[in-house]
């Protein structure tokens, strides 16, 4: 049984944004809006500070399509991180987990979409059945973490807010996965999409709305209109803190509470504090002096470490905000990936040699990286899980990662890369200089001077290093291809994996994993595209993900992760350079309830989502 301890719940304060519309009768009072049990948040359990209504926070994106960070940033989840990482029970007033087989998904009664439909199971429903299961909606079917071992569940709705999912096997993830920062959204507004379905509407009506939409078919209809991560749709009701208030893309986007969201604090006041969000879509280059001018209220998209003495020079010139330095929770800030599927065999043999890759970590020179490029505020180290998690091991941090040209030396000639050329540059079976490729983003600027750095210390060693910088789907598309000989990209994106996540980016079922693309692809496809894993502790690993998948309990869960971390400091399947390198957050002065400190995250964290925007608000007082 997962439910929270709850609390009770306080007398409850009508919005004074709404107030108008109540008074009017355009809108219920607030007790009617909220669920029967709505979330209570005890700020002050967690050392927040109650706040107050109102205000418009400012923000900035660099792509429209970027509009998705306000699902991101505002984090309503069937089931969430807390502070702590821990999974709650959020948008559910509880869920119940029998041998990571069975999960019973218990709605609030009373739960209102933000058009004040009620939420129920039938959302889930229609999702289900008339989504997930469409052949011309999800041609794929559903979503790959309901397959584990490519089972199906069994979905049942008892009654109006009772959702039971069932496996035959376990399906450990399935939890896990709600929390997402792009969460997978296993319920749909019925009552809005029903408009769109073949099997709801009338074909006239429907017919002619396709028409109206210049697209070919129902199916392509809504599939448009049902973008729930996107949130570029201002009809389609959400549950999240905000809701779109402006039709179209501008290059100003309005969101405005929703008057339906289910989490109060405990002086009866509805959250969001804050009424509005303004998102502003700005040029990548313009974000940080944009915030220099106090352009933003609450900013770390877009802003790296460089941008950090334009901040900082904005404050002490009188700027109306202060700059945090958030670590972030990647494994690693730069990471280098050797590819093991390269199409070219000789260099793939070389590149599947442990002593080869032992021996480039070796040649790295990691504490003059971070001298250079973070005025040693990161944490020079090979890729492995940050202390946030209780898998560290500070030696699979050290492993291979103390810069020693001499040992380098050695391990290159122990794997038979003994001749040189006469400028010093090892030479391959072949006769071919061992010039080794790595092919870039072209996005970040510590990326290159970091190589830059690396070209020197590799030369030592006799290695030439040869930077391409690409743009990232080109980049990504001839990694996967077997085109790349290397690349450099982030670290795992979870640097702090608990028990229950799900371990896919440390074997090998992921293409996105830029070392093993094709074993990816052959586990993903099953079987029909890529290559089996054919080198032993690949093949180790694999079978330590599907020890993961069985386990009934976190003991066996905790220790198959163990491994698979040692593993991966042994094989050097990723070089790791430095991580927790620090992510500036530019914060409003009157904006209170942002963390002092912080991991700056992707998944899990969803960046400010786990941190509870919905939490923050504005105030003069200190």
Request: proline residues 9%; negative net charge.
């Given at each position: 049984m997962i439910p929270l301890a709850a609390l009770a719940v306080p007398p409850l304060q009508e919005t004074l944004f709404w107030q108008a519309e109540v008074s009017s009768g355009g809108l219920p009072p607030v007790q009617d809006r909220l669920p029967k049990v709505p979330l209570v948040v005890d700020l002050e359990a967690k050392g927040r500070r109650l706040g107050t209504q109102g205000g418009t926070l400012r923000t900035m994106v660099t792509r429209s399509k970027d509009l998705r960070q306000m699902v991101v940033y505002g984090y309503a989840r069937l089931v969430g991180f807390d502070e702590a990482y821990q999974l709650k029970a959020d948008i559910l007033e509880s869920y119940e987990v029998e041998a990571n087989r069975k999960f019973t998904l218990r709605l609030r009664p009373g739960h209102k979409w933000s058009d004040g439909h009620p939420f129920t199971s039938?959302?889930?429903?229609?999702?289900?059945?008339?989504?997930?299961?469409?052949?011309?909606?999800?041609?794929?079917?559903?979503?790959?973490?309901?397959?584990?071992?490519?089972?199906?569940?069994?979905?049942?709705?008892?009654?109006?807010?009772?959702?039971?999912?069932?496996?035959?096997?376990?399906?450990?993830?399935?939890?896990?996965?709600?929390?997402?920062?792009?969460?997978?959204?296993?319920?749909?507004?019925?009552?809005?999409?029903?408009?769109?379905?073949?099997?709801?509407?009338?074909?006239?009506?429907?017919?002619?709305?396709?028409?109206?939409?210049?697209?070919?078919?129902?199916?392509?209809?809504?599939?448009?209109?049902?973008?729930?991560?996107?949130?570029?749709?201002?009809?389609?009701?959400?549950?999240?803190?905000?809701?779109?208030?402006?039709?179209?893309?501008?290059?100003?986007?309005?969101?405005?509470?929703?008057?339906?969201f289910h989490r109060i604090d405990t002086n009866g006041v509805q959250l969001p504090y804050i009424d509005v969000v303004e998102m502003e879509i700005v040029a990548p280059g313009l974000v940080a002096a944009?915030?220099?001018?106090?352009?933003?209220?609450?900013?770390?998209?877009?802003?790296?470490?460089?941008?950090?003495?334009?901040?900082?020079?904005?404050?002490?010139?009188?700027?109306?905000?202060?700059?945090?330095?958030?670590?972030?929770?990647?494994?690693?800030?730069?990471?280098?990936?050797?590819?093991?599927?390269?199409?070219d065999g000789v260099w793939r043999a070389v590149l599947r040699d442990v002593r080869v890759r032992r021996a480039l970590s070796l040649g790295i020179d990691r504490n003059t990286i971070n001298q250079a490029l973070y005025f040693r505020l990161a944490k020079p180290g090979a890729m492995a899980v940050l202390p946030q998690s209780p898998f560290f091991d500070e030696a699979n941090r050290e492993a291979w990662a103390s810069y020693d040209p001499t040992g380098a030396n050695a391990l290159l000639d122990e794997a038979g890369l003994d001749q040189r050329d006469r400028d010093g540059i090892r030479k391959l079976p072949d006769g071919r200089r061992m010039e080794l490729v790595i092919e870039t983003a072209g996005e970040r600027q510590e990326v290159e001077n970091a190589l830059q750095i690396i070209t020197d210390t590799w030369r030592e060693i006799g290695v030439k290093l040869v930077m391409r910088p690409l743009d990232r789907d080109i980049l990504r598309n001839r990694v996967y291809a077997g085109s790349t000989m290397c690349s450099v990209w982030f670290g795992w994106d979870n640097g702090i994996p608990q028990a229950y996540t799900a371990p896919d980016f440390v074997v090998p079922r992921q293409q996105d994993f830029l070392a093993w693309p094709k074993w990816g692809q052959f586990y993903q496809t099953g079987g029909t595209a890529g290559e089996p894993p054919d080198m032993a502790p690949a093949q180790r690993l694999m079978e330590l993900g599907e020890q993961w998948d069985m386990a009934e309990d976190d003991a066996t869960r905790s220790t198959a992760w163990r491994e698979m971390l040692k593993i991966h400091a042994d094989q050097i399947y990723g070089i790791g350079i430095l991580a927790e390198a620090p992510q500036p957050i530019v914060v409003n002065k009157r904006l209170r309830n942002v963390p002092e400190k912080a991991l700056w995250a992707w998944d899990p964290g969803a960046h400010f989502g786990i941190h509870r925007p919905d939490e923050f608000f504005f105030a003069d007082d200190g």
């Open positions: 039938a959302d889930f429903d229609y999702w289900w059945n008339d989504v997930a299961n469409n052949t011309q909606l999800s041609p794929s079917g559903p979503p790959d973490f309901l397959r584990p071992g490519g089972e199906l569940p069994r979905v049942s709705f008892p009654d109006e807010v009772t959702v039971i999912f069932e496996w035959n096997r376990p399906n450990p993830r399935f939890i896990e996965t709600l929390a997402l920062a792009r969460p997978p959204f296993i319920f749909r507004p019925a009552h809005f999409l029903k408009q769109f379905h073949e099997k709801y509407a009338d074909p006239a009506t429907l017919a002619e709305e396709v028409d109206d939409a210049r697209v070919k078919s129902w199916a392509a209809l809504h599939n448009k209109l049902d973008n729930m991560y996107q949130f570029d749709n201002s009809e389609l009701p959400t549950l999240q803190p905000w809701v779109n208030a402006t039709d179209g893309k501008k290059i100003r986007q309005i969101f405005v509470r929703n008057p339906y944009k915030a220099n001018a106090g352009e933003t209220d609450l900013q770390g998209r877009g802003l790296d470490f460089r941008d950090i003495s334009i901040l900082r020079k904005g404050e002490t010139d009188g700027g109306n905000y202060r700059t945090l330095l958030w670590p972030t929770g990647v494994a690693s800030q730069i990471a280098i990936y050797p590819n093991l599927n390269y199409n």
